[in-house]
């Protein structure tokens, strides 16, 4: 699922049905269901990677991208959002690896004995790359501050944050530069969540914060559109009764949150939809099921 999230409120974008592998490799399985051929094995990030880019070639306004760490830990992900010129805040996993300072390369021309390099390559003795749980654990304790990334139920949802630079690992090679940032449970402290956050370096942590705290809208429309109009009320065997059904379910969530804005605002409906217009942090969200 793609999601869009701003000050006015948050819709789907679009979606994608995920087939295993295994599927895509049973030609009989995939004829009952009725999967057209053209449809390939494509994994959670590279699904995601393409709703992003036909929201762009939409001119979808938005300047950020959320996801958790199913596509955080996607090299080739992050690569897409950085070369359209957007910013994201994707959670990863502890075991990530990154260097705290650029490391020593050698190029492929530089010989050391023994058989031609071909390829760049870390310098001998060139620090290691840490994980990012490493790399947070070593920060002093007085980096760490406490901030809001909106309202929930019970009032201001409250954490503590802490952000440092870091160079991702690409392959064992140094990448980008990057924040590493992390959040924090104030009621748990070892419940620590980590983020990659590619974004100008003055972007204050509040932001990242807020942006990585968007996120959970992708599920607020989730809940909305089950409790609201049957987005999970199916029992299909097709390809295509799945997207039937998921398709007038999000525009049904759609037109619902539209009228609800609209209300907010006092203005008068007309039955139309205007997404999320007027959005200081306007951005999209990524959710598997």
């Not at 295993?20 to 490799?25: D, K």
């Not at 790399?135 to 503590?160: F, H």
């Not at 100008?200 to 705290?213: E, H, K, M, Q, R």
């Not at 989730?222 to 199916?234: C, L, M, R, S, T």
């Amino acid at each position: 699922m793609l999601t869009y999230s701003s000050s006015q409120g948050h819709v789907f974008l679009d979606r994608r049905l995920f087939l295993p592998e295994e599927w895509c490799t049973d030609e009989e399985r995939l004829s009952r269901a009725k999967v057209p051929e053209a449809v390939k094995f494509q994994s959670k990030p590279e699904q995601g990677g393409e709703m992003l880019e036909h929201a762009w070639q939409m001119e979808v306004p938005m300047q950020w991208v959320t996801g958790d760490s199913v596509y955080g830990c996607s090299p080739h992900l992050r690569k897409l959002i950085e070369g359209a010129g957007k910013w994201y805040v994707l959670a990863v996993t502890s075991v990530m690896r990154v260097w705290t300072e650029r490391p020593a390369l050698l190029d492929p021309e530089v010989q050391t004995g023994g058989r031609p390099r071909r390829a760049v390559r870390l310098a001998t003795g060139a620090t290691k790359p840490q994980t990012v749980a490493q790399v947070i654990a070593a920060l002093p304790k007085r980096q760490w501050k406490r901030l809001s990334v909106g309202t929930g139920a019970k009032g201001p949802r409250l954490y503590d944050w802490v952000r440092v630079r870091v160079i991702e690992s690409y392959e064992d090679l140094p990448g980008p530069e990057v924040w590493r940032l992390s959040r924090r449970s104030i009621s748990s402290p070892d419940e620590i969540t980590y983020y990659f956050a590619f974004a100008p370096l003055a972007v204050p942590l509040s932001t990242l914060a807020l942006v990585a705290g968007t996120r959970y809208t992708v599920e607020q429309c989730i809940e909305e559109a089950k409790g609201e109009v049957g987005f999970d009320q199916y029992e299909v065997r097709h390809y295509h009764s799945w997207y039937r059904h998921l398709t007038l379910a999000l525009m049904a969530h759609t037109w619902l949150t539209t009228e609800q804005a609209r209300e907010k605002n006092g203005e008068r409906s007309d039955g139309g939809v205007d997404c999320a217009r007027g959005a200081a942090l306007a951005g999209s969200s990524l959710a598997s099921g």
